[in-house]
């Protein structure tokens, strides 16, 4: 007889459950952001107080049962709590997550878009690419997510008494913002500017010179691709080895890495023939010709 | 190894299972498995400690042709400090001093004959010797071993084009995973068994303070490693199919994975500190021949720490960018946390107050885990606070720092534990004066190695950083010598090492049989033969417990020990 | 032949449920974590509203109720075993096993017709931590499913009763986290 007593009870709480997941999906019907807040997340606490209780009996468990898993809840909003300041937030102390930014600007809508967003980046990476060519100058002109910011980040974090960490963390935050525009170059799926933006100007600097952010601190220096002396010294087959098996391969400094297992050798090759523009010897760019004895 | 007696062989020869080598590698019994997790582990120490010497040596002799290694190239010295780190942590620290002496001890304090899942149990030492081959294997595969740091942070570790190892993280990222599945397992076993298979009588203060604290950082453990769990799978879709939750690049967060890890980070310190507290607060009991002062002050501090460890992660995180005011508050936590530690290193020395000292080799690490971990303690203030920390964070400081945290817990508890408990484990005594000898030795060149590493990092020697020869600033004559000092230590201490195995695997066969209660200590697990029967004790002579385990020198009592299962 | 440990009960709680909650206590960490994650970006992101709109909350609404309805099976299953009447319980669990295929079936219909038109783990945020937290969830459903073959075998033969309770409540935990993943993915708009 109770035994009878006790389904019936069970299958009452499943209607009840049955009538509030009705609930829960006709209120956002309504389109009142609370009311559907309220039906989304109130019904939900309901329902899994519901189920706690009658289908798993913790009514009846022990009470130190009911005391482990409300610490394994309560630890839980104490997590909430601790991280939600910094990672609700795209922008810091020191730090901005620019493709955050521009992700919350231009929402995804459709999988069709992403290609249009996509290409937008490329454009924005490009303009970066460009304007790289003077020194620490891209910083104040693009909104978009560009490596814009890293120069100005990065020299944050040396101010504090050379961070590494600090550094690093946000440092890529532009930086790889424009790998991605890398695969939406004019090249077949690889743009030569935007590797070297991402791979290489960290310590070979944006221009090309010798004096990125890391680089600064590198003894001896990244080599300096704008000194004709650096080219007449150098075939391309060296610096293709030199690129691709680290700077050890060809006798000069190890902390010149190797890139072999990120990009193949036309690639490479292209890299080479982007690193030639910055070469001030052959006549690039007219400030540059200036200098040139 | 713990031969089962054959005296009680044909009563349940039947759940002896496979016979011969197979009854070590698929036994349930938990001092088996125990001794599985500590042989792994001093096995993973060699290596770890292997790793240790060639870095040390790369830093010292920069680009020099290192014996039985070769010359350490930069992404070499990446994978060696950061597969130091895991190892000494995940695969010597957790499986020697939780899961080793948790199996061994639990089920013989409590008065048990076994964990209460033991092939639940096996399963727990099978997963983990899968993730130590795994870690062991990622070093071999092409494009090397992780090398992003222990704590693995992205964007470094979240896509192979930057890392350059992509193989190797990802393996390191599974390996860490299966670690903590197999702890998840083994930590759930310890916790049911403490509250159900207690010995008839045996009350809750009357459980040796060891076993409260290998549970309850088992509790810490399991309570914490959750969020991490998650953020591994998170951490290995961003590896393996391109998702973007760390990676800035896609929108993604990377000082969430901070947290995620620090929130595990943080109370895993007092995970693998607590076991090894109650290691000393036992032998420091045993040789001062006096009642633990405070056994209800060390309990209640020991739950106050591990309450309040899960407040204090972001102090690893302050000049990572994180919101300011959070900052402020978890230095407050932070500082606070050193008091109920600094609370159970005063009731140590309350105990040894007036107590009837012996300095055996047990005790001498007992002793010197006190005076080392304390520099330790100390040490801990200047980084708590966010201040000083601005400076200090990421330099040498934060190593020896660190080292001499763990370096008292993983190594200095480890050996205190193996030979007070050897006796019981082998039926055999270890030998006194290798002991001592090991023990100078190992204690003298440990401080060589990191009072050099404090000044480093004062001088502001940054870590994880393959020559300083690049730096002119430390490239100077003066911090060089320093760096060779602590190299040389290094080796000293490595090699040091080889008394403790030849002691340790000369007296496992020929050293002196031991006694059954060779220290006159009052637990149970000496009241049972020394090597103890499979079942612990004849199925119908379990022990019952009649008072706590620390009442030594009870005045009226002839013997200056009670054991817990004699009556009254 | 099972050890003297595992007959004791000094908590008086029954070994085998005592250790269930604390496996629940893990997947709670285990589960908060991923969904704390996925609840501050959704804050720091409100575009991901309009994303979440491809989901398709009948389907979400229909999995639901498959796994209310199991759990009911589920806990009349543990009635039976208290019984004592082992091959009704075996029959009770079979039907939570049918929910647990309906739900994985249904599950693996929804996730591929999303991936087919282009709704990847990789498209943006939303997705990764829809694909990542309902892939979790789906996987306790398929391990419950499958613990559940194996126990239901047992019961049939009158055997290890007491399994039922705990695998009734792993069940009714899994069940519990659908609940609020289903607000989380499928409503919240």
Not at chain 1, 122 to 147: K, Q, R, T, Y
Not at chain 1, 182 to 188: N, W
Not at chain 3, 26 to 35: A, C, K, Q, R
Request: charged share 10%.
């Amino acid at each position: 007889m109770s035994a009878e007593s006790h389904s019936r009870h069970y299958i009452k709480i499943w209607a009840i459950l049955v009538v509030l997941l009705v609930i829960s999906v006709i209120g956002p019907m309504f389109g009142h952001k609370w009311l559907t807040l309220i039906t989304a997340f109130g019904i939900a606490c309901v329902k899994a107080y519901l189920v706690a209780k009658h289908f798993m009996h913790l009514d009846i468990e022990k009470a130190m049962i009911r005391w482990v898993l409300i610490t394994s809840v309560v630890l839980m909003g104490l997590f909430y709590a601790g991280t939600a300041p910094d990672v609700m937030e795209h922008t810091g102390l020191h730090w901005t997550n620019d493709a955050a930014i521009y992700a919350s600007e231009n929402p995804v809508h459709e999988p069709g878009d992403h290609h249009a967003a996509g290409a937008g980046e490329g454009e924005a990476g490009h303009a970066a690419g460009e304007h790289g060519g003077d020194a620490h100058g891209g910083g104040d002109a693009h909104g978009a997510p560009a490596g814009a910011e890293v120069a100005s980040t990065a020299e944050a974090g040396s101010e504090q008494g050379g961070e590494t960490e600090e550094a690093a963390a946000p440092a890529p935050d532009g930086e790889v913002a424009e790998a991605a525009p890398a695969t939406a170059g004019a090249a077949p799926g690889f743009d030569a500017a935007a590797a070297f933006q991402s791979s290489c100007s960290t310590c070979h600097g944006e221009a090309g010179d010798g004096n990125g952010p890391v680089g600064a601190a590198l003894n001896p220096k990244p080599a300096n691709f704008t000194d004709p002396a650096f080219w007449e010294a150098r075939d391309d087959a060296m610096v293709h080895k030199a690129i691709k098996e680290g700077g050890a391969a060809v006798g000069k400094s190890p902390m010149m890495a190797p890139w072999g297992s990120t990009y193949d050798d036309a690639q490479i090759d292209a890299i080479v023939a982007y690193l030639h523009h910055f070469n001030t010897a052959g006549g690039a760019t007219t400030e540059a010709a200036g200098e040139t004895p | 190894m713990a031969h089962s007696s054959t005296a009680h062989a044909h009563e349940h020869a039947h759940d002896h299972g496979p016979q011969g080598i197979l009854k070590y590698i698929w036994s349930t019994d938990h001092k088996i498995i125990g001794m599985q997790y500590m042989f792994t582990g001093m096995f993973m120490a060699l290596i770890g400690g292997f790793m240790a010497y060639t870095f040390r040596m790369q830093l010292a002799f920069p680009g020099a042709d290192i014996p039985l290694f070769g010359v350490v190239s930069p992404g070499e010295y990446n994978a060696l400090v950061t597969n130091h780190g895991s190892i000494m942590i995940f695969w010597v620290a957790m499986p020697v001093l939780i899961a080793a002496f948790g199996n061994y001890l639990i089920p013989l304090m409590i008065g048990a004959d076994d964990m209460v899942f033991p092939r639940l149990n096996r399963l727990s030492y099978q997963i983990f010797l899968l993730s130590a081959i795994l870690i062991i294997a990622s070093q071999f595969v092409p494009g090397g071993g992780f090398g992003g740091a222990w704590t693995s942070y992205p964007p470094l570790s979240a896509n192979p084009a930057y890392n350059l190892t992509g193989l190797g993280a990802t393996m390191w990222l599974l390996a860490v995973a299966l670690e903590f599945v197999a702890f998840l397992l083994g930590g759930i076993n310890f916790i049911v068994t403490l509250m159900n298979a207690r010995a008839p009588g045996m009350r809750a203060y009357d459980i040796p303070i060891v076993v409260w604290m290998i549970v309850i950082a088992s509790i810490l453990f399991m309570l914490s490693v959750g969020p991490l769990m998650a953020g591994a799978v998170m951490l290995l879709f961003d590896q393996t199919l391109g998702t973007g939750f760390f990676d800035p690049g896609t929108g993604g967060d990377p000082i969430l994975w901070q947290h995620l890890f620090w929130f595990f980070g943080h109370p895993e310190v007092y995970v693998v500190l607590l076991p090894a507290l109650g290691f000393v607060a036992e032998i420091i009991t045993v040789f001062s021949r006096k009642k633990l002062f405070g056994y209800k002050t060390v309990l209640y501090t020991a739950v106050a720490t591990a309450i309040l460890s899960f407040f204090v992660w972001a102090h690893h995180q302050f000049v990572a960018g994180i919101d300011p005011r959070m900052a402020n508050v978890f230095t407050v936590t932070t500082l606070l946390i050193s008091i109920p530690i600094a609370e159970v290193l005063f009731v140590i020395i309350a105990t040894l107050y007036r107590g009837s000292i012996t300095l055996t080799v047990p005790m001498l690490w007992a002793l010197a885990f006190v005076a080392e971990f304390l520099i330790g303690g100390v040490t801990g203030i200047f980084l708590g606070a966010s201040g000083a920390d601005i400076y200090f964070h990421d330099t040498y400081f934060v190593l020896a720092h660190f080292h001499y945290t763990f370096f008292p817990i993983a190594i200095i508890g480890t050996f205190a534990a193996v030979t007070m408990w050897f006796p019981k484990m082998f039926g055999r005594m270890m030998n006194e004066k290798l002991g001592r000898i090991h023990f100078w030795l190992t204690v003298t060149a440990f401080n060589f190695i990191f009072i050099p590493l404090f000044i480093l990092g004062t001088a502001g020697q940054h870590r994880r950083i393959y020559d300083y020869n690049h730096f002119p600033q430390l490239a100077t004559e003066g911090l060089q010598d320093l760096r060779i000092v602590a190299t040389t230590a290094t080796v000293v201490l490595l090699l040091s090492q080889v008394l403790f195995l030849f002691n340790f695997f000369h007296s496992l066969f020929k050293g002196e049989k031991a006694p059954d209660n060779p220290w006159k200590s009052n637990t149970l697990e000496w009241t049972t033969s020394s090597p103890p029967p499979h079942g612990n004790w004849p199925p119908d002579a379990m022990p019952n417990v009649y008072r706590g385990p620390y009442e030594y020198s009870v005045e009226g009592r002839e013997d200056d020990y009670w054991p817990q299962n004699q009556p009254a | 032949m099972k050890p003297i440990a595992t007959t004791r009960s000094a908590s008086s709680i029954p070994t085998g449920r005592l250790a269930i909650w604390w496996v629940l206590a893990s997947e709670v960490v285990i589960f908060g974590g991923l969904l704390g994650s996925y609840i501050m970006h959704r804050l720091g992101h409100p575009e991901w509203g309009e994303t979440a709109a491809h989901t398709n909350t009948w389907i979400g609404a229909f999995n639901t109720l498959v796994l209310l309805t199991s759990s009911l099976m589920a806990v009349l299953a543990h009635d039976a075993a208290e019984q004592g009447d082992g091959k009704k319980a075996a029959r009770f669990i079979g039907m939570t096993m049918l929910g647990g295929i309906t739900f994985a079936c249904v599950k693996s219909f929804e996730w591929y017709t999303e991936i087919s038109h282009g709704f990847t783990i990789t498209l943006n945020g939303f997705w990764s931590f829809y694909y990542t937290a309902a892939g979790l969830h789906a996987l306790h459903v398929i391990a419950g499913t499958i613990i559940m073959g194996f126990i239901a075998f047992d019961a049939n033969r009158g055997r290890e009763l007491q399994r039922v309770e705990l695998i009734g409540i792993y069940w009714h935990f899994v069940d519990i986290v659908w609940i609020f993943l289903f607000p989380l993915l499928y409503i919240a708009k």
